[in-house]
């Protein structure tokens, strides 16, 4: 039974890496090198929200270290992220991120944009740019 509890404890030890960025940075790297949009979306609001959670983790460690089943629900919520059959960090981006982005990034946006538009340099030109290219195409700097 000892043998069994080492290995059980060694396999969960690895389950949080392995999930959280193993896996995300091979599909991650597939994605980029895939010609569907679907899959980028996906990458990109994971990364986006696994950042998140750490930073928010950093911070909540006085409290979370409290919480012993802490790593084993951030571990099955991790996996709900990033499962491909769920979909979950598409989701969370679409019904909670971009619905913030829209309604506070949108007016600062907007006075920014009052403010410099006087102002169009060679570097805001190649962002616009950047921003436009299709998968596939690369500017020459």
């Known amino acids: 039974m000892g043998r069994l509890w080492t290995l059980a404890t060694h396999l969960h030890s690895l389950a949080g890496p392995v999930t959280m960025l193993l896996y995300p940075l091979y599909a991650s790297v597939m994605?980029?090198?895939s010609t569907t949009k679907v899959d980028d979306e996906q990458w990109?609001?994971?990364?986006i929200l696994y950042s998140f959670l750490?930073?928010?983790e950093m911070l909540l460690q006085p409290i979370l270290k409290w919480?012993?089943?802490?790593?084993d629900v951030k571990l099955v919520f991790v996996?709900?992220?990033?499962?491909p059959q769920?979909?979950?960090a598409a989701f969370i981006y679409e019904k909670f991120v971009r619905?913030?982005?829209?309604k506070h990034g949108r007016a600062g946006r907007a006075e920014n944009?009052?403010?410099t538009s006087h102002h169009h340099g060679k570097g805001d030109n190649k962002s616009v740019q950047f921003v436009g290219l299709k998968k596939g195409q690369h500017e020459a700097y």
């Open 31 to 33: 994605a980029i090198e």
């Open 44 to 47: 990109l609001a994971y990364w």
């Open 54 to 56: 750490t930073l928010m």
């Open 67 to 71: 919480i012993p089943i802490w790593y």
């Open 79 to 83: 996996a709900w992220l990033v499962l």
């Open 86 to 88: 769920f979909r979950g």
């Open 99 to 102: 619905e913030q982005i829209w």
């Open 113 to 115: 944009r009052a403010s």
